[in-house]
């Protein structure tokens, strides 16, 4: 896991990267070696290095300068629909304003007055990004591999009954009966099983039609009509659980 924090104060930054070092340590005593924090006390260092996809949340506070936090944010959101972003503020009377960027929570500055909020906010927010570093183990020509949850757009049947994972950037064709890749999915709030041997990653979905899910990339995934009840309810779910941008779309 990677986060990076943003703030042009340097003495906020430090109480909020130590604050959040202390909270992981605790309470993820196992992981916390595994996750990255980067801190950033200047706006611009922080646009040259921002990539899509290379944080899972991302901490900015609303008053900097040149740009403020919301401003950071709606970049950000241009380019990476789903990290998960967090306000930091002095001041509660801009909150309203995260949420158009669909941000997570914030953080009440200073963070020494304010731990309950703080502890609340991630309590919230880490079981979340804990789901979403999930991966399952899949057999590829005899060999286990752990392929992240995340990565997984769709499932299905080729025409000659062989399973196939569409990943991002590429197709595998797994060992594993369907069954099991059900099984081991379905208990994730991302999949639904719209279709008869069909298991759709909801975080690929640009918007849903009344017979189809549209993908980033356009490709449509059919909705049976035996399953369109519930698959239409799941994703509704999915899209206020996200606070994802296409909830417009419905």
Known sequence: MKIAIVDDRQEDLISAKTFLNEYLAKKFPETFRAIQIDSFSGVEDFLKSFKPAIYDLLIFDIFMKPLNGIQIAQIV????????????????????????????????????????????TCEYIFPKLWEKQKKISVRVNGVDTALPYKNIRYIDIFENRRLCIHATNIEIFPSNTYEEILA???????????????????????FMDAEDFILNDDTKIPISQRKSKAAKLKYMTHLIETGSANTASL
């Open 77 to 120: 959101r241009s380019k990476d629909r789903d990290a998960a972003i967090i306000f930091l503020t002095g001041s509660e009377d801009f909150i309203l304003e995260g949420y158009k960027v669909f941000a997570v929570g914030y953080f009440i500055k200073p963070l020494t007055e304010n731990v309950a909020q703080f502890d609340k």
């Open 184 to 206: 081991a999915l379905e208990t994730d709030s991302r999949f639904v099983e719209c279709y008869h041997r069909i298991i759709l990653n909801m975080d690929f979905v640009k």
